[in-house]
């Protein structure tokens, strides 16, 4: 049955969200238990931490009606009962305890290693994210009626992590003269008729 669920959140959740209602042929029992192993947490994994909607509680972050719903993700550290969860939270809310009903938590899905690493992000005096060329990997010429025009495949150091596009080459290299390791320049040129 676990393997199911496994599979179920795999493959269906993680694609489509949650369903809200599931159509069944079998008995109120088998629903229970698909919806409790589908929310039963381990002992290693991550978990989102609901931050309450209401006035005067103890909240993280931003205030207002742009403040996040959940914060995390945060690591559960162990099991405290059959509803309860203690979770390893950071240092500076420390008047938040760590121990929370299954309630206020929702199974973070996403994958720790498509996070990018904070020491290739580079960020301007303006505190802006700075996306530079990182290497010109590929070197094409496109015909268009009677014209060639030179385009190079440009590698990005993007958010989201590597991020290729096609350049025009003669502006390209106005732009980012130290990206060529060829001084020669191909303009756009006529073809022959």
């Given at each position: 049955?676990?393997?199911?669920?496994?599979?179920?959140?795999?493959?269906i959740?993680?694609?489509?969200?949650?369903?809200?209602?599931i159509?069944?042929?079998?008995?109120?029992?088998?629903?229970?238990?698909?919806?409790q192993?589908?929310?039963e947490?381990l002992?290693?994994?991550?978990?989102?931490?609901?931050?309450?909607?209401?006035?005067?509680?103890?909240?993280?972050?931003?205030k207002?009606?742009?403040?996040?719903w959940?914060?995390?993700?945060?690591?559960?550290?162990?099991?405290?009962g059959?509803?309860?969860?203690?979770?390893?939270?950071?240092?500076?809310?420390?008047?938040?305890?760590d121990?929370?009903?299954?309630?206020?938590?929702?199974?973070?899905?996403?994958?720790?290693?498509?996070?990018?690493?904070?020491?290739?992000i580079?960020?301007?005096?303006n505190?802006?994210?700075?996306?530079?060329?990182m290497?010109?990997?590929?070197?094409?010429?496109?015909n268009?009626?009677?014209?060639?025009?030179?385009?190079?495949?440009?590698?990005?150091?993007?958010?989201?992590?590597?991020?290729?596009?096609?350049?025009?080459?003669?502006?390209?290299?106005?732009?980012?003269?130290?990206?060529?390791?060829?001084?020669?320049?191909?303009?756009?040129?006529?073809?022959?008729?």
């Open positions: 049955m676990e393997k199911l669920a496994r599979i179920y959140i795999n493959e959740v993680a694609r489509h969200g949650v369903p809200v209602s159509i069944s042929d079998h008995d109120g029992r088998f629903t229970s238990h698909l919806w192993a589908l929310q947490v002992v290693g994994d991550r978990v989102l931490l609901k931050v309450s909607p209401w006035k005067g509680v103890v909240r993280f972050g931003n207002g009606k742009l403040a996040s959940y914060v995390g993700p945060f690591e559960i550290v162990e099991c405290v059959p509803v309860a969860y203690r979770l390893k939270l950071p240092q500076e809310p420390s008047c938040v305890h121990t929370f009903h299954v309630s206020n938590l929702k199974k973070c899905l996403a994958k720790p290693y498509v996070q990018v690493p904070l020491d290739e580079e960020i301007d005096e505190l802006h994210f700075v996306e530079e060329p290497e010109i990997v590929e070197h094409d010429v496109k268009l009626k009677r014209r060639r025009i030179p385009l190079v495949k440009v590698r990005w150091n993007s958010r989201q992590g590597a991020e290729y596009t096609w350049e025009r080459e003669d502006k390209f290299w106005k732009k980012y003269p130290h990206m060529f390791t060829e001084p020669v320049l191909r303009q756009v040129s006529q073809l022959e008729p």
